[in-house]
């Protein structure tokens, strides 16, 4: 097989032949979204052509280049890492912002080549679709990408749970083109957000703004991050296809126009998980299986209007690997794992209205989620055996009205937000917590009502020099008396941007930040009785954050940023006496318990960032966190977090070499996360282990362990081969090379058992409630290198 590969490689080596592409790029004001007359420099060519509202470069021979944008009076904007495929029009779109100008006049044009805003100068990175598909380690995937960055944590390497700043990964929101995505991940965990595999097809993006703090007044209910998923605009000449067969998946593209005069135009993407393959070769005792679909299909007006409507969704499924090798580690999985089928979706549009003095953007979505999830004692299946037999839909209905305009030298934005939702709950569950064992027979049905409208506004003072900005938002719900007052949830926000020197800023962001709890949480009802109705409030997390930026030479940003983040009023588990700031980085359901809102915690740090744009066919990024993290336990101290990595270093670096190579590699090290020791002798009764299917945590000794500390190296190789009207590349990417120590300090606990896979008593002759198995204790696995490897054909 290596052989024939190789031997594949060199014949396309010798057969490609150097071919042309073109590009659009639709050019317009940031904030008015109104076209400009513009000019496009395509970089190492000296290339420059002209035109109004769109540049059409045309035979451009294939390859990588970024292009230069500007237009008078503003400043010049960068499209970075563009690959002109051959017999293909790309089409780009970038918004220029205003120029400054002093006190005499003088219009002041400056480069952006990273982008910051009046109401986030500081916690904004952005990354373009291109930075992500060559990331190392992160296999097309956003949230993985996303790890290169300061103050972002993960769990397993396996996993997509994102915890930023010490928040759990339950605070971070999604939106695609204004529309909000609840569930960006496969498998997603009920009530956070973290899964194993990205569901966003990351060929259709055009960039992604990712805020961990600084969020603008216009999004409601994030907390620790937001990312703005910014999608690419069609081929404008004819249809266009691209197909990936990947060890992972196989994935189906189609983008172009859909009328004759290409005022329609559309992005299509099916995609099949063949994720179990791989996962059976290396031996996982779970063999996952997915499908997801991405679409957007546009109308663009003479008069610059846009009508758009977008929508994805996925179906998820997984068997056990009855073949798995038998490791303690792996049986302790099947035993404790549930079969979890799951499905979702959201669909939207959304229609942008130009009008003299800035514009309007009307949307309106669905999106729907249904998880199930069942497990039998030992997996077997018999009525007595069964365990839990979870099943929950939730729906929301939402609707957003937008609206940019200046009056004189202000720049303003506001708007409005209603949510209609209903979530439902009709499970049967077992379960073991601190305070004992739990028979819950849950028949819920709950509708909520959720609206919020908020007014940002910002301006510039001294020559430019100082930008601030000013907004607040309010936000209502009708599920409880103590949600309905507005002003309850009053959070104000203010920014600051100087720039006291040529390349040096100093930036400061405060803000006050609501979140509505789970439906989870929100619509548990037992006897009929919604349990956590009179004892659940809005979540509240206040924001310091101030930080020094250098703005170099050859694409050079330096950053240094302190965080300070306070919250109140998070959901409390009565029954474990822990803050569910501390969970919802596993597989299952976050928040289904009787709660109060006794939570509240602090998270704090330093954070540097060096990054190098593509410059020389080279590319780097060099982030470093120190932080705490730390909520309230039982007694109302404050402990360590499940998030609370003192220390997160990330180094990735990339190189683009001739005859179309490019090679990135990524090392991360993090410091061990807190745990949670097992109660072994509370563990071992027969009847808790018969339903709890493994070692129970001792909450009474919360985050009191270490992990250990968790590194990893990841490698990427790509090659294109290019043909008269075709491109062909080939990648492998092998995330943990070396094959690292599992973060996990925790041992792993089964039971001893006999001839017949049966629990060994130790005390037979005791009564049935008095029991006790004994316990089989070992060390974790070693976390396993995983190849990824596909072939990319685009016509």
């Not at 600051?496 to 800023?505: E, S």
Request: glycine letters at 8%; aromatic letters at 14%; one cysteine or more.
């Amino acid at each position: 097989m290596k052989n024939y590969v190789s031997f594949l490689f060199i014949c396309l080596s010798f057969i490609a032949n150097g071919q042309v592409g073109s590009i659009n790029i639709s050019v317009y004001d940031e904030f008015s979204k109104k076209p400009l007359e513009a000019r496009v420099t395509i970089q190492k060519r000296a290339d420059t052509l002209t035109g109004n509202g769109m540049v059409q470069l045309t035979n451009i021979p294939s390859g990588s280049y970024t292009f230069e944008i500007a237009a008078e009076n503003y400043n010049t904007s960068y499209l970075y890492d563009i690959d002109v495929v051959p017999n293909q029009n790309l089409t780009f779109s970038v918004g220029l912002t205003k120029a400054e100008t002093t006190s005499i006049q003088e219009v002041v044009i400056t480069r952006k080549t990273y982008k910051t805003t009046a109401e986030s100068p500081v916690s904004l990175r952005n990354v373009t679709s291109e930075e992500i598909q060559k990331s190392a380690g992160s296999n097309r995937d956003v949230s993985r990408a996303i790890l290169s960055f300061p103050g972002v944590g993960s769990t397993a390497t396996f996993r997509n749970d994102l915890f930023i700043r010490g928040g759990s990964s339950a605070e971070n929101k999604f939106y695609i083109d204004g529309i909000e995505v609840p569930i960006i991940n496969h498998f997603q965990t009920q009530g956070a957000s973290g899964g194993p595999r990205g569901i966003i097809t990351v060929d259709f993006l055009k960039d992604v703004d990712f805020y961990s703090g600084a969020f603008p007044a216009k999004r409601n209910s994030a907390l620790s991050s937001l990312f703005e998923f910014n999608l690419k605009e069609a081929r404008k000449d004819k249809l266009g296809y691209k197909a990936i067969v990947g060890l992972d998946d196989l994935q189906i593209m189609v983008d172009g126009p859909l009328s004759k005069d290409q005022s329609w135009s559309g992005l299509f993407s099916v995609r099949k998980s063949t994720l179990q393959i791989l996962f059976k070769a290396i031996g996982l005792p779970f063999l996952p299986s997915y499908y997801d679909t991405t679409f957007k299909v546009s109308k663009k007006y003479k008069s610059g209007d846009e009508l758009y409507f977008l929508g994805l969704g996925a179906l998820d499924s997984f068997k056990f690997n009855t073949e798995a090798k038998e490791t303690l580690a792996n049986q302790t999985l099947i035993d404790r794992l549930p079969i979890a089928p799951q499905w979702n979706y959201t669909l939207g549009a959304g229609y942008r209205h130009l009008v003299d003095n800035g514009n309007w953007l009307f949307t309106i979505s669905r999106n729907m989620l249904d998880n199930q999830a069942i497990k039998y004692y030992r997996n077997i299946e018999t009525p007595e055996n069964l365990l839990f037999d979870y099943n929950s839909q939730e729906g929301e209905n939402k609707i957003r009205i937008d609206r940019n305009f200046m009056l004189g030298d202000f720049v303003f934005s506001a708007g409005t937000n209603f949510n209609y939702a209903k979530y439902t709950n009709n499970s049967t569950i077992k379960a073991v917590f601190q305070s004992g064992i739990n028979f819950d027979q849950i028949a819920s049905s709950l509708n909520v009502f959720q609206y919020g409208f908020y007014v940002q506004s910002s301006r510039k003072f001294f020559d430019n020099k100082l930008n601030l900005s000013f907004g607040t938002r309010f936000d209502a719900s009708d599920y409880a008396e103590n949600m309905q007052n507005p002003l309850d949830q009053f959070s104000p926000r203010f920014s600051l941007n100087y720039k006291f020197a040529d390349r040096w800023a100093l930036n400061f962001n405060t803000g006050i930040y609501h979140q509505l709890p789970a439906y989870t949480a929100l619509g548990l009802r037992l006897d009929n009785n919604l349990v956590n109705q009179r004892t659940l409030k809005y979540i509240q997390n206040t924001h310091y954050v101030g930080g020094l930026e250098y703005n170099g030479k050859d694409n050079l940003r330096i950053t240094m940023e302190g965080y300070y983040k306070k919250y109140k009023n998070y959901p409390f588990s009565l029954r474990n006496q822990i803050s569910l700031a501390n969970i919802g980085a596993d597989f299952g359901v976050v928040g289904s318990e009787p709660l109060d809102s006794r939570g509240f915690g602090e998270t704090y740090g330093l954070e540097l960032l060096a990054q190098k744009r593509t410059l020389n066919d080279f590319y780097g990024i060099v982030a470093y966190t120190f932080g705490y993290s730390m909520f309230s336990d039982g007694a109302g101290n404050l402990l360590p977090s499940s998030w609370d990595s003192r220390h997160i270093l990330s180094v990735s670096a990339g190189k683009v070499l001739k005859k179309n190579w490019n090679f990135s590699a990524r090392f991360r090290l993090q410091s061990g996360l807190p745990e949670t020791p097992y109660d072994l002798a509370r563990s071992s009764s027969v009847p808790i282990w018969n339903i709890n299917n493994g070692p129970l945590q001792d909450f009474a000794q919360l985050n009191s362990l270490r992990g250990n500390v968790a590194h990893q190296l990841d490698v990427r190789a790509e090659k294109k081969w290019v043909f008269s009207k075709w491109q062909f590349t080939a990648y492998m990417d092998v995330i943990n090379i070396y094959g690292s120590k599992t973060a996990s300090n925790l041992p792993v606990v089964n039971l001893q058992r006999d001839g017949d896979g049966n629990g060994v008593i130790q005390n037979p002759n005791a009564s049935p409630e008095d029991q006790k198995y004994l316990l089989e204790v070992g060390g974790q696995d070693n976390n396993m290198p995983i190849p990824y490897f596909g072939f990319i054909f685009e016509f």
